[in-house]
């Protein structure tokens, strides 16, 4: 693989209870551990939440560019992307679920740029087959 584009971050602090800021300083935040983890539940975000912001922004982006490899115009995707975390065997798992709405596209044509933009998607190629991903079309 040729690198195009390296993002650096780095994680200061008490882990999931520091802060996490990005080289060129655009992101900069705290972070704080969820309650249903046994955190106080500040306001401040999360590894899972960076990571669900991270892949839904990736996903839209597969879409649309596998929908402009088609000559479809979408213009009004979403995605929402939830990130689970438990247990899993000794250490922690992730699970992610994508729900993608098309409203300018058929249910059928929306379904199969879905799963076209799985297989080109970053997000998706570095988890596959080491996180569930369940993919749902509105």
């Known amino acids: 693989m040729t690198t195009l584009y390296t993002a650096k971050a780095t994680a200061t602090g008490a882990g999931r209870g520091g ?63 939830e990130v689970g975390i438990g247990p899993a065997g000794a250490g922690f798992g992730l699970s992610v679920s994508l729900l993608v709405s098309t409203p300018s596209v058929p249910r059928e044509t929306a379904q199969a740029l879905v799963g076209a933009a799985h297989q080109v998607c970053p997000y998706s190629n570095a988890t596959r087959g080491n996180v569930d991903i369940e993919l749902k079309v509105a």
């Open 19 to 81: 802060r996490v800021r990005s080289s060129d300083e655009v992101l900069d935040v705290e972070l704080s551990v969820p309650k249903e983890l046994g955190g106080p539940g500040a306001a401040a975000t999360n590894p899972e939440q960076l990571f669900a912001a991270g892949y839904a922004a990736c996903f839209n982006s597969a879409l649309q560019l596998v929908a402009r490899k088609q000559k479809i115009t979408l213009d009004d995707s979403t995605v929402t992307a």
